[in-house]
């Protein structure tokens, strides 16, 4: 089993098709061909079948993949790593988002990057939290942010980087943009992401401790496009940091509402791969993560320091 191998079975499946690999590998056909036929020879397994979809992965193809994955990504990141040596400044970058990470400092972080490293192929992908994890098992992810209401459990992998405060919000000219209890907000339509129970947990516990009967309408929406839309196009409430309520042009669109109670900080999490050495590309955008990350501390230290 050689590398070539592998690349030709990891490109089979990306594209679906024995043409795309050969396309995507800028090899022929034929050497496509020959390259599974040798794998299958070597493993004595169809690794391949073709389906009304194209081209697809057997339960024995599908086994082999997941580790041919991280075998073509790593030596992908090996020869990246000797061209940076060398002062080349091209390669591959590939990071995981949960949708919130979007508001967490993430944007400050590709500006600063893309100076240092203008020619990378940068790749954002939004992911579930078990689609990320999925992804940085098998190398597909070089690193990955996610954002959380409560403490992940410890761990080597995961590292806490900072901690947002967030806030009650609505649309500055909607219907609700001057309450100032939760009793006004009843009737109001309480919007979230969260995939849990626990936010809907929370609105119905906040009510229950101020002695009033839960919102009629906790709506969950997992489709951030549309929760962007929802939120400026209707009079609902939802949560926002507050960072991005004082620092984005989407904040400006919103009002902090006044209210007893707060919604828990949001906390903002680096994963990595176990045991995977950075390449430099990865390395130095987690420099601007944490940069980033140093600087909001020292702004909010600043600011508890001239609270009167």
Not at 109 to 115: G, Q, S
Not at 224 to 231: G, K, N, P
């Amino acid at each position: 089993m050689k590398i070539h191998h592998l690349r030709a079975l990891v490109a089979v499946s990306a594209t679906g098709s024995i043409k795309g690999a050969a396309v995507s590998l800028h090899v022929s056909q034929p050497a496509i061909t020959k390259a599974i036929r040798e794998l299958e020879d070597e493993f004595g397994v169809q690794l391949l079948e073709r389906n009304q979809w194209g081209v697809v992965p057997t339960a024995e193809g599908t086994a082999l993949l997941n580790r041919a994955r991280t075998v073509v990504r790593e030596m992908e990141r090996a020869e990246e790593d000797m061209a940076h040596l060398k002062g080349l400044r091209d390669g591959n970058l590939v990071i995981g988002v949960t949708p919130i990470t979007g508001t967490a400092g993430l944007t400050e972080a590709f500006v600063e990057f893309r100076k240092r490293w203008p020619r990378v192929t940068l790749e954002f992908r939004e992911l579930g939290f078990n689609q990320l994890s999925e992804q940085l098992q098998n190398r597909t992810l070089d690193l990955a942010f996610t954002a959380f209401a409560k403490p992940l459990p410890a761990s080597g992998d995961a590292k806490e980087l900072f901690s947002f405060d967030t806030v009650f919000v609505t649309r500055s000219a909607g219907i609700y943009a001057g309450a100032n209890s939760l009793e006004a907000l009843r009737e109001a339509e309480w919007i979230h992401t969260d995939v849990t129970e626990n936010y809907a947990s929370f609105i119905r516990e906040m009510y229950g401790r101020a002695g009033l009967a839960p919102p009629h309408c906790i709506t969950r929406c997992t489709s951030y496009a549309l929760f962007y839309s929802l939120t400026v196009n209707t009079d609902s409430v939802f949560v926002w940091t507050q960072h991005s309520l004082d620092e984005t042009e989407l904040g400006r669109m919103f009002v902090r509402l006044s209210l007893a109670e707060t919604p828990p900080p949001l906390r903002l999490y680096l994963l990595t791969p176990p045991g995977l050495q950075l390449t430099r590309p990865a390395e130095y955008f987690l420099d601007c993560i944490l940069s980033g990350t140093a600087a909001k501390k020292r702004d909010a230290s600043r600011a508890a320091a001239n609270k009167p």
